[in-house]
């Protein structure tokens, strides 16, 4: 009897414990993650990736490598939208409106905000490794082709 009752006490518990662990994965994106410029491969950005209250998840650049342009913090002079040009780069949501997607283990559904050229694109995200997310912005369907790949290395802490 007590080799069933911990048997049975076993099989709850590494139930439980997966049930905790599969309601934890979608939040693993959470963090800082460190941009790269396309061109050089230089440190650009640091974003943090943030669940909003609506369950869907977001992130806003936190630093930047140059936080100025001609002695001033940048601003976002590229928006297509007049009355948003001249908003801070810093603290600026690229990243807007992702859900996980259990069955593909990605975050999809959501866009990202490029303020170099002041473009959004449909997005989505995964890992491609513990600490490396690979982020793919596109124009129409993802399978068509027709984006942008880049990847984002998990860091620690927000950068000073």
């Known amino acids: 009897m007590k080799i069933l009752l911990t048997a049975a006490l076993l099989v709850i518990s590494m139930s439980f414990a997966n049930s905790v662990k599969a309601q934890g994965k979608p939040d693993k994106i959470v ?92 997005c989505y995200i995964n890992f491609e490794s513990a600490n490396k997310i690979k982020i793919r912005g596109f124009i129409g369907a993802s399978w068509m082709g027709l984006g942008k790949t880049a990847y984002w290395t998990k860091e620690a802490a927000l950068r000073k």
């Open 31 to 122: 963090g800082y993650y460190l941009t790269y410029d396309d061109e050089t491969g230089a440190e650009k950005s640091q974003v943090q990736i943030f669940k909003s209250t609506n369950g869907k998840y977001y992130g806003k650049i936190v630093w930047l490598k140059e936080p100025n342009k001609n002695g001033k913090p940048k601003v976002d002079d590229k928006n297509p939208e007049v009355k948003l040009q001249n908003r801070p780069v810093m603290n600026l949501e690229i990243l807007k409106g992702f859900s996980f997607d259990k069955s593909s283990e990605e975050w999809n559904d959501g866009s990202i905000y490029n303020p170099a050229s002041g473009k959004t694109y449909s």
